[in-house]
């Protein structure tokens, strides 16, 4: 596990007030071996062709506990939320899983079939848990008392259009008592990852405000502590910050 010195221990180390939280959590890593893990699943590896999310960039990747993978990705969501505070996001809610997309040089059927014929570029439709909203007609809503999205409810939408797939999906395969159980760990490893990207050795660039950096602590504490166990409790705990 890549992740662990540069992420959890190093973390404990300069923050010795986490370490009754990131010791246990570094061993519930080893003791819960159940899958592939890819170590480095966020919005900017997930890349979108034909309708499809292909994952990319396995280089950490190893056979481990999933939870760390929900962990990682909720930290996205977390810090974008923390991060933007009142400010509108720079690029829409549609876009917000990867802003820098744009149309390959070449056709999207050659990239995997050399010799295929090409065919003209269509724009990809959204999936539907994350297509934006329709919008109002303009003669419904007075342009004053149009509603403006915050910020946070958009991000924090995304991961619960996220986690909610998941656990469509994985629900049923491990059932409901595995499931819970998953979903607590995930959560710790929320908690420690929110700590990694403000104090461990891969700090998270765009969260440079101290204060910003303190709110991702004390919501890290106070997962860790209370400790919550399910993404509905820690947006709930966002919600009112």
Wanted: a negative charge.
């Amino acid at each position: 596990q890549l992740r662990v010195d540069p992420y959890y221990r190093f973390a404990a180390e300069q923050r010795p007030e986490f370490r009754e939280y990131l010791e246990p959590l570094i061993a519930s890593l080893d003791e819960n071996r159940h899958s592939l893990v890819h170590g480095d699943f966020s919005p900017k590896n997930l890349l979108l062709f034909q309708h499809e999310v292909m994952l990319v960039d396995f280089e950490v990747g190893h056979f481990g506990d999933p939870a760390f993978d929900l962990g990682f990705f909720l930290t996205h969501i977390v810090l974008k939320t923390i991060h933007l505070g009142n400010r509108e996001p720079e690029a829409p809610a549609e876009s917000l899983w990867e802003p820098n997309l744009r149309e390959p040089e070449a056709p999207a059927e050659s990239l995997w079939e050399p010799n295929a014929p090409a065919e003209p570029l269509r724009e990809p439709e959204a999936p539907a848990e994350f297509a934006p909203a329709p919008e109002a007609p303009a003669e419904s809503t007075p342009a004053s008392n149009a509603p403006t999205k915050h910020p946070t409810s958009t991000y924090l939408q995304l991961g619960d259009a996220f986690w909610n797939h998941y656990a469509q999906t994985m629900r049923p395969v491990i059932g409901d008592s595995a499931f819970t159980e998953l979903e607590r760990r995930a959560m710790l490893n929320l908690a420690g990852c929110l700590i990694a990207r403000v104090d461990g050795k891969s700090k998270a660039e765009y969260l440079t405000d101290e204060r910003q950096q303190e709110l991702v602590r004390q919501t890290a504490r106070m997962i860790f502590a209370a400790p919550l166990s399910s993404w509905s409790e820690a947006t709930a705990s966002l919600h009112s910050r």
